[in-house]
């Protein structure tokens, strides 16, 4: 295995847009005539197991929404989430430069359900430019538990040390830093591109 530098990057607002978060359920409440605050307490009540893996997209569905009869069907609930998701596109090209360049190895580490992460690596192509996908629904572990960090190194044989993290939550930044690895806030892409130079990552 060749000891290439890790870029570790977030998925759901660094390199697209969050796949199903607040405003979208808040959104989808409005577009369907759901009462909101149950979706809201519905969804929290099984956002871990969905985001683990250990529920499929129909089971969540079935307990967040169609728990009661629907004048729509889960097809369709599931087609207005997958249309949710936009791409970043400048962020989303610029780690496609890198990607292109040969001097990183590109990985994703992201919370997401195994359904809308296979979404949007179809959709977006990230296959393109990433070699791994560190993704909670494949591995049961989200971030910030300090054995989502461990997986990846362990996996990848690298150090924390030898792996940079983009991700813009700020729980997520300060336990993969916690954990030693190099952790960066995503706030927008002229920023990202000046931190990432300072650490020797130009595209």
């Not at 997209?57 to 967040?64: G, I, K």
Request: hydrophobic share 40%; with cysteine.
């Amino acid at each position: 295995m060749d000891d290439l530098p890790v870029l570790a990057w977030d998925v759901g607002g660094v390199l697209l847009s969050n796949g199903w978060d607040t405003e979208h359920r808040a959104q989808a409440a409005v577009r369907f005539g759901l009462d909101r605050e149950g979706l809201e307490a519905r969804h929290q009540a099984v956002q871990d197991e969905f985001e683990r893996g250990r529920i499929t997209m129909e089971e969540y569905l079935a307990f967040t929404i169609f728990h009661e009869p629907r004048g729509f069907t889960p097809t369709e609930i599931r087609d207005y989430i997958f249309a949710c998701s936009t791409a970043h596109e400048e962020t989303l090209a610029f780690a496609g430069r890198i990607a292109e360049g040969g001097r990183f190895r590109m990985v994703t580490l992201n919370n997401e359900s195994i359904e809308l992460n296979a979404h949007r690596l179809d959709r977006f192509g990230l296959r393109r430019w990433f070699e791994a996908f560190f993704t909670s629904g494949y591995t049961g572990l989200r971030k910030p538990d300090p054995a989502c960090f461990a997986q990846v190194c362990a996996i990848l044989q690298r150090a924390p040390e030898g792996i940079i993290f983009i991700d813009d939550r700020p729980e997520n930044v300060a336990g993969a830093a916690r954990f030693g690895m190099r952790a960066l806030q995503y706030h927008d892409l002229s920023r990202l591109r000046r931190d990432l130079s300072s650490l020797g990552v130009e595209a």
